[in-house]
C-alpha cells in the first residue's frame, strides 16, 4: 500500500497533487507507485523515458521600485507527466509570487458600489424612463384594433423572428416618408431590429392581395418560405399582416 | 512548511473545453445565418431563427461559460482564496448545456418570442437567468474570503461582469411590455451583454494574462481605471442608436450619443494600456500567440466601439439605423472578444492541463483578425450604403415594385454584403480554428508544466 500521505510530507507537496502525478506517470511507464515513489525520492532513475518538460518556470522579473503584489497563489507544482531528467518533483521554494501583477490596497466595495448606481442609472434612463406611457396627443394613435386572429398572427410573427428582416417601425425621416404615417410610441406593432427585407408597419395597406402575399410566405420570390405553419397560423399570420395598415 | 492545494481549477477547465465546443457550434450557425440572410431560400431555416439560435450558441454557450472559465481561472490566481462553489458549478454545467441546447432546439422549432438577441420564450427565461447569474454567486463568495488585500483591475471586470449580467438579462427579458419598451430593452441588455459581459470580462483577462506572459507588469494602472469604468458608462447606450428618430422621447438620443462616446475611450484607453505593457518586447511579439491575439482582440473592439459611438450622432445614426451597419459593429466587436477569448484560453489551458497549445495559433489570431475586420468593415459599408439608398430614395417604397429589401435592390450594397459573406467564411474558420486549439492541447499538446494553486502553512 503507496503511503502517499508521509512522502507528501517528506517532499512537501500537497498529497492529492503527488497521488495524481505519480498515477499519472506509472501508469504511462507500467511502473509501481511505490517504485516511482522511491525514485523521485531517493533520486533513483526512472524507470522509463519520457519527454522532458522545464521542471518551473522562472518567475518574471518585477518592475523597480514597484512593489510586488504578494498574492499566496504559486506557479510550480507537479507535472502531469513527470519529466524523466527530474526525478525529484518540483519543491515550493518560499512563497513564490506573481511580481508582474501589481495590485494596490483597495476594497472592492467602491467598484461594486460604484458599478451598481452607474447599472441602476442606465436601465432608468435607457429603458424604464423612455418606455413610460407618454402623454396623448388626442391627434391620432399607432395603437392598432387588431382583431383576435391577428392578435394570434402576431404571436406566430414573433415565434419565426419575422423582425429579424422586417421592421414596424415609421421613422420621422426622409428614408421613412413613403411608408407611411409615422409610428408613435403607443404601438402595437413589433418595431423589429433591421430591414434586411421591407416596412410591415402598413402593409396591409399596401395590398390587398392575400394570395400574393400567402404565396410569398410559402417561398415565391425572394422571401424565404416559412416552415412549419399550419393553414390555421398562415392564415392568421396573413390576418395580422392585412390589418397592419 | 506544507504546501496545501488552494483550488483544483476544475471548474476553470470543464467550462473552458465546455465553452470552446460551443464556440465551434455557434460560429457554424453564425455562418448559416448569415447565408441565409444573403441568400433567403437557400437553408430549410430563415434569418429570423438562424440569428438568435446563433447568438443563443456564442452568447449563452461559448461566451457565458468561456468567461465564467475565466472568471473561475482568476478568482483563486488574484485572491488567494479557493473558488467557492466550485463542486457546485461542476455539478450544474451538464445542466446549463442542456439548458443552451435546449434553447437553440427550441428557437429552431420556430417557438421563440421574437425578441433579440436570444429569442427565447418567457418559460426559458427562468432557467437561462439561472445560467447568466452562475459567475456571481463564486465571485462575491470568493472575494468576501480573499487573503490577498491587493485588488488587480481583472478582479474589477469580472466582478462588475458577474453582477451586471443577470440583472441586465432581467430587465432585458421582462414581460408585458409596450412595444416601444420591448425595442428599449432589447437594446439595453444586447449592448450591456455585448459590453460588459464580452468585452468586459474579456478585456480583464487579457489584464491578467498580457503581463503573465510578456513578464511585464501592467503599464498604467490609472489608464486600466479609465478603461474600466468609461466601459461601465458607455456600456448600454449602443443599442439605443439603432431606432433613431423613432418614437422614443427625443433627448434619449442625446444621453445615448455623448454617453455612447465613452466607449471607444474605454476601448483605446485598454488596448493602450496592453500595447505599453508590451513596450520594449514589441519586436518579440511574433513569437507570443497570446500576445498578439490580447493586442489583436482589443484593437478589433475599440474599431468596432469607434464605429458605433459615431453611429450615435443624430445625422449618422439615422442613415445607419436598421441596417446592418450594426451587424458589421457586431461582427468586428465579437472577433475581437473572440481573440482576447484566445488570448486568455491560450495562457490557460497549458496551466490547467499541463499540455501546450501548438503552433497553429499564429494562423488562428491571422484569421480571426483579417475575418473579423473584413467582414466587419464590409456589412459596415453595407449598411451605409443601403442608408443612402433609402435616404435618397425611400428606398423601402421598393418593396411595392420589386417585393424585396434593400439586398436585392440596391446594388452596391448588395455586393458589399456579398464580399462580406465571403470573407465571414474566413472569420468562422478562425473561430472553429480557436476552438480546435483549445482541444488538441488536451489530446496532442506536448507534456509541460502545469500551474497548481497552492498556500504555504508553516
Given at each position: 500500500m503507496t503511503d502517499y500521505a508521509t512522502a507528501a510530507n517528506t517532499l512537501g507537496v500537497p498529497e492529492a497533487i503527488l497521488r495524481r502525478s505519480v498515477e499519472a506517470r506509472a501508469k504511462a511507464d507500467g511502473v509501481g507507485a511505490d517504485e516511482l515513489l522511491a525514485a523521485w525520492a531517493g533520486g533513483e532513475a526512472m524507470p522509463a523515458a519520457a519527454p522532458s518538460a522545464p521542471a518551473t518556470s522562472a518567475p518574471p522579473e518585477t518592475a523597480p521600485g514597484v512593489p510586488a503584489e504578494p498574492a499566496p497563489v504559486a506557479a510550480p507544482a507537479a507535472p502531469v507527466a513527470a519529466p524523466a531528467e527530474a526525478p525529484t518533483p518540483p519543491r515550493p521554494t518560499g512563497p513564490v509570487a506573481p511580481p508582474v501583477l501589481v495590485g494596490v490596497h483597495q476594497r472592492t466595495n467602491g467598484v461594486l458600489a460604484g458599478s451598481s448606481a452607474i447599472l441602476f442609472f442606465s436601465i432608468l434612463l435607457a429603458f424604464v424612463v423612455p418606455s413610460l406611457p407618454q402623454p396623448a396627443t388626442g391627434v391620432r394613435s399607432s395603437n392598432l384594433a387588431y382583431s383576435r386572429g391577428a392578435l394570434e398572427g402576431q404571436e406566430i410573427y414573433l415565434e419565426q423572428g419575422c423582425g429579424s428582416c422586417h421592421t414596424q417601425l415609421i421613422r420621422a425621416v426622409v428614408a421613412d416618408a413613403k411608408l407611411g404615417p409615422v409610428t408613435l410610441s403607443d404601438s402595437n406593432q413589433v418595431f423589429g431590429y433591421r430591414r434586411v427585407g421591407p416596412d410591415l408597419s402598413a402593409i396591409g395597406g399596401r395590398t390587398e392581395d392575400s394570395a400574393a402575399l400567402a404565396n410569398l410566405l410559402r417561398g415565391a420570390g425572394t422571401h424565404p418560405a416559412v416552415t412549419g405553419l399550419s393553414d390555421e397560423s398562415l392564415a392568421s399570420l396573413l390576418t395580422y399582416l392585412r390589418e397592419s395598415a | 512548511m506544507r504546501a496545501l492545494l488552494l483550488a483544483s481549477d476544475t471548474a476553470a477547465t470543464r467550462y473552458l473545453f465546455a465553452a470552446a465546443a460551443w464556440l465551434a457550434i455557434g460560429s457554424l450557425t453564425w455562418l448559416a445565418a448569415m447565408l441565409a440572410m444573403r441568400f433567403p431560400g437557400l437553408l430549410p431555416l430563415t434569418f429570423g431563427r438562424l440569428r438568435p439560435m446563433a447568438m443563443i450558441a456564442l452568447g449563452l454557450g461559448w461566451l457565458v461559460l468561456g468567461l465564467g472559465a475565466a472568471i473561475f481561472y482568476l478568482l483563486p490566481r488574484l485572491t488567494g482564496a479557493p473558488l467557492a462553489l466550485e463542486k457546485l458549478l461542476n455539478r450544474a454545467l451538464p445542466l446549463l448545456i442542456l439548458i443552451v441546447a435546449a434553447a437553440m432546439a427550441i428557437v429552431g422549432l420556430g417557438l421563440g418570442d421574437g425578441r433579440e438577441p436570444f429569442a427565447l420564450p418567457w418559460w426559458l427565461d427562468l432557467p437561462v437567468l439561472g445560467l447568466t447569474a452562475l459567475a456571481l454567486g463564486p465571485t462575491i463568495l470568493t472575494l468576501s474570503k480573499r487573503q490577498e488585500g491587493m485588488v488587480y483591475p481583472s478582479l474589477w471586470f469580472a466582478l462588475v461582469g458577474a453582477l451586471w449580467l443577470p440583472v441586465l438579462y432581467l430587465a432585458g427579458n421582462l414581460p408585458g411590455l409596450s412595444a416601444l419598451g420591448i425595442a428599449l430593452s432589447d437594446a439595453l441588455f444586447s449592448a450591456g451583454f455585448l459590453n460588459v459581459w464580452a468585452v468586459g470580462v474579456a478585456t480583464g483577462a487579457a489584464y491578467y494574462v498580457v503581463p503573465k506572459v510578456s513578464?511585464?507588469?501592467?503599464?498604467?494602472r490609472q489608464l486600466a481605471r479609465v478603461g474600466f469604468w468609461s466601459l461601465a458608462f458607455g456600456a448600454v447606450w449602443m443599442g439605443v442608436s439603432q431606432f433613431a428618430a423613432g418614437p422614443q422621447p427625443e433627448w434619449l438620443g442625446g444621453i445615448a450619443g455623448v454617453l455612447g462616446l465613452a466607449l471607444p475611450v474605454a476601448g483605446l484607453a485598454n488596448t493602450t494600456n496592453l500595447a505599453m505593457t508590451i513596450g520594449q518586447k514589441w519586436p518579440a511579439i511574433g513569437a507570443q500567440p497570446v500576445l498578439k491575439a490580447a493586442l489583436a482582440g482589443s484593437s478589433l473592439v475599440t474599431l468596432g466601439s469607434l464605429l458605433a459611438a459615431l453611429a450615435g450622432f443624430r445625422s449618422a445614426s439615422v442613415l445607419v439605423g436598421l441596417t446592418l451597419f450594426w451587424e458589421g459593429v457586431w461582427v468586428l466587436i465579437l472577433s475581437g472578444v473572440a481573440l482576447l477569448f484566445g488570448a486568455f484560453a491560450w495562457q490557460a489551458v497549458p496551466n490547467l492541463v499541463g499540455r501546450s497549445v501548438d503552433r497553429s495559433t499564429h494562423q488562428v489570431v491571422k484569421r480571426l483578425s483579417i475575418g473579423g475586420v473584413g467582414t466587419g468593415l464590409l456589412l459596415v459599408l453595407a449598411g451605409y450604403t443601403s442608408g443612402v439608398a433609402w435616404s435618397g430614395a425611400g428606398f423601402s417604397g421598393a418593396f411595392e415594385t420589386t417585393g424585396a429589401g434593400w439586398s436585392a435592390g440596391v446594388g452596391l450594397a448588395g455586393i458589399f454584403s456579398g464580399l462580406a459573406l465571403a470573407l465571414f467564411l474566413y472569420l468562422t474558420w478562425g473561430m472553429i480554428g480557436l476552438a480546435i486549439t483549445i482541444y488538441r492541447a488536451l489530446t496532442s499538446g506536448k507534456a509541460t508544466v502545469q500551474e497548481v494553486l497552492v498556500v504555504k502553512q508553516t
Open positions: - | 513578464g511585464q507588469p501592467l503599464a498604467n
